[in-house]
């Protein structure tokens, strides 16, 4: 029987370097996965948007599909645009069985994928007691989602001994990355270096390139198409397949 198609959801972006670099992560997904259908498909500003490829899930003769949206929290998009875009789908294309995994956010995968990514810019270990750590995202008007970011980063630094560690955000949020930085010196660390909780690179992350910059701090990449991130969307859609037990019926 044919396993449910994944449709892996990205945000979307004007900058073409987003969509360029997602891209590349679903084709890393693929080569983990070989023979299993792989979508890649956005919520706004780059195409093929979601509703069009669960079209085309249907329309190529799949009975189910899951649906994993590649978004580091649960903030609006995740509670929102996704399950509306969804139910949508699931309304015209009744003989589709549609699935929401959680987000990809918070999977052991994205932690690792950012440190190696935070590893690689030090050119050091990561345990060093004078370091200052700045975990920088978009940021959201959904203060959870947010939290969860400042939780990871307090997480590291208990884990690496870090001399401190602070979430920062390009958008939406408080503290900036310019403030982040500026007050984990004023705190003593001897160095700071800004981490990126972010999929790829864009305009909102550009900013906060440029501020790390700005501010003395060396600033990793993005977590881009990284095996461990791969992982995780596999991850998220293997959980979903065994926790909803779909039957035979339903995706022969």
Same mark, same amino acid.
């Given at each position: 029987m044919a396993a449910p198609a994944l449709v892996a959801v990205a945000h979307g972006s004007r900058d073409p370097?987003?969509?360029?670099?997602? %891209?590349?992560?679903? +084709?890393? =997904?693929?080569?983990?996965? *070989?023979?299993?259908d792989v979508r890649l498909s956005f919520l706004d500003l780059s195409a093929p948007r979601l509703p069009d490829v669960l079209d085309a899930v249907a329309a190529d003769g799949h009975r189910s599909a899951v649906v994993v949206p590649l978004l580091l929290g649960h903030a609006f998009h995740a509670r929102v645009d996704? @399950? %509306?875009?969804?139910? !949508?789908?699931?309304?015209?294309? @009744?003989? $589709?069985?549609?699935?929401? %995994? @959680? =987000?990809?956010?918070?999977?052991?995968? $994205?932690? +690792? !994928?950012?440190?190696r990514r935070l590893a690689a810019t030090l050119g050091t270990g990561l345990h060093d007691p004078g370091l200052g750590v700045v975990l920088a995202a978009i940021g959201s008007s959904h203060a959870a989602a947010n939290a969860a970011v400042a939780?990871?980063?307090?997480?590291? #630094?208990?884990?690496?001994?870090?001399?401190?560690? %602070? @979430?920062?955000? +390009?958008?939406?949020?408080?503290? #900036? =990355? #310019?403030?982040a930085? !500026?007050?984990?010196?004023?705190?003593?660390?001897?160095?700071?270096? =800004?981490?990126?909780?972010? $999929?790829?690179?864009?305009? $909102? *992350?550009?900013r906060i390139v440029r501020d790390a910059e700005a501010a003395g701090a060396s600033v990793a990449a993005p977590l881009g198409p990284d095996p461990d991130v791969a992982h995780a969307i596999l991850a998220r859609y293997d959980a979903l397949i065994a926790s909803k037990h779909f039957s035979q019926t339903r995706i022969a």
């Open positions: 370097r987003s969509a360029a670099t997602v %891209s590349d992560l679903i +084709a890393e =997904v693929r080569r983990q996965r *070989p023979g299993m996704v @399950p %509306s875009a969804v139910t !949508a789908a699931a309304a015209r294309l @009744p003989g $589709l069985d549609i699935e929401i %995994s @959680p =987000v990809i956010g918070g999977h052991e995968g $994205l932690s +690792a !994928a950012a440190l939780d990871l980063v307090a997480g590291w #630094t208990r884990r690496f001994g870090w001399h401190g560690g %602070s @979430p920062a955000f +390009a958008a939406m949020a408080a503290p #900036t =990355v #310019t403030d930085v !500026a007050a984990l010196r004023a705190s003593g660390a001897q160095r700071v270096a =800004v981490a990126q909780w972010i $999929l790829a690179p864009g305009l $909102l *992350p550009d």
